[in-house]
T-cell receptor, first 113, second 115 residues
Framework: KAGVTQTPRYLIKTRGQQVTLSCSPI?????VSWYQQTPGQGLQFLFE???????NKGNFPGRFSGRQFSNSRSEMNVSTLELGDSALYLC????????????FGSGTQLSVL | GENVEQHPSTLSVQEGDSAVIKCTYS??????FPWYKQELGKRPQLIID?????GEKKDQRIAVTLNKTAKHFSLHITETQPEDSAVYFC??????????????FGKGTKLSVIP
C-alpha cells in the first residue's frame, strides 16, 4: 500500500504570495488532517477533512484554508504569506474521522522570504 | 482547549538502559492517548496508543501507562538501542470524549541513546 504523499517537498515563497500544498492519503482513508510543525511550537493542528467536509479547525487565521476532493485527496492553501508561516506542513490520513492512528506524509517544507 | 505538557524535553540514556517520558493533560474526559516517534528528517510515526479504559499497554520493548486520576500518561522504552534515538511526541484529543476530534501534541522529547 502506498503511503501518504505530499507535494511539493520544498517551497520557497516571498511575503504576500500564496501557496497551495497537496496531499494524497493512503488508499481507502477518508480523513485527512493538516499540521504545522515548527521548532518552537511543535505540531499544531490546522484542520481535518472527512468525506469532503471540514470536521475540525485549529486556531489559525483565515489565511489558512483547505479542501478535500471526492477521491479524498486534499489541498491546503495559505494566502498573503508571512515570514512566520515558514514551517514544515504535514498531512496525515486515517480510516475514520478524528485523530486516531494517523499516518503522516513526509511534509512540505515552506520557506517564506 | 486541551493542554498537554511533556517532560523532559531532552533525555540521554546509555544503550541498554530504560527511558521514560511523561505527559500530563488537562481535561479528565480525554480518552485516547497516542505516542509518535519522529526520526531526524522523517515523518512522525505512531508507535503505540492507549484508551482510557486500559491502564497499561505493551508492545515488545515499548509500553504506555495511564493514570487517569493524576491525568498523566507515560512512555516506557526498555533495553534502549541507538535506533530508538528520535523525538517522541505524546498527544491527547480535543474536544475530549467527542466522536471526532483533533489531537493536541506535546512539545516533544528528544531521546539520545548513547552506544
Amino acid at each position: 500500500k502506498a503511503g501518504v504523499t505530499q507535494t511539493p517537498r520544498y517551497l520557497i515563497k516571498t511575503r504576500g504570495q500564496q501557496v497551495t500544498l497537496s496531499c494524497s492519503p493512503i488508499s481507502g482513508h477518508r480523513s485527512v488532517s493538516w499540521y504545522q510543525q515548527t521548532p518552537g511550537q511543535g505540531l499544531q493542528f490546522l484542520f481535518e477533512y472527512f468525506s469532503e467536509t471540514q470536521r475540525n479547525k485549529g486556531n489559525f487565521p483565515g489565511r489558512f484554508s483547505g479542501r478535500q476532493f471526492s477521491n479524498s485527496r486534499s489541498e491546503m492553501n495559505v494566502s498573503t504569506l508571512e515570514l512566520g508561516d515558514s514551517a514544515l506542513y504535514l498531512c496525515a490520513s486515517s480510516e475514520n474521522a478524528g485523530g486516531e492512528k494517523l499516518f503522516f506524509g513526509s511534509g512540505t517544507q515552506l520557506s517564506v522570504l | 482547549g486541551e493542554n498537554v505538557e511533556q517532560h523532559p524535553s531532552t533525555l540521554s540514556v546509555q544503550e541498554g538502559d530504560s527511558a521514560v517520558i511523561k505527559c500530563t493533560y488537562s481535561d479528565s474526559a480525554s480518552n485516547y492517548f497516542p505516542w509518535y516517534k519522529q526520526e531526524l528528517g522523517k515523518r512522525p510515526q505512531l508507535i503505540i496508543d492507549i484508551r482510557s479504559n486500559v491502564g497499561e499497554k505493551k508492545d515488545q520493548r515499548i509500553a504506555v501507562t495511564l493514570n487517569k486520576t493524576a491525568k498523566h500518561f507515560s512512555l516506557h522504552i526498555t533495553e534502549t538501542q541507538p535506533e530508538d534515538s528520535a523525538v517522541y511526541f505524546c498527544a491527547a484529543p480535543y474536544p475530549p470524549g467527542a466522536g471526532s476530534y483533533q489531537l493536541t501534541f506535546g512539545k516533544g522529547t528528544k531521546l539520545s541513546v548513547i552506544p
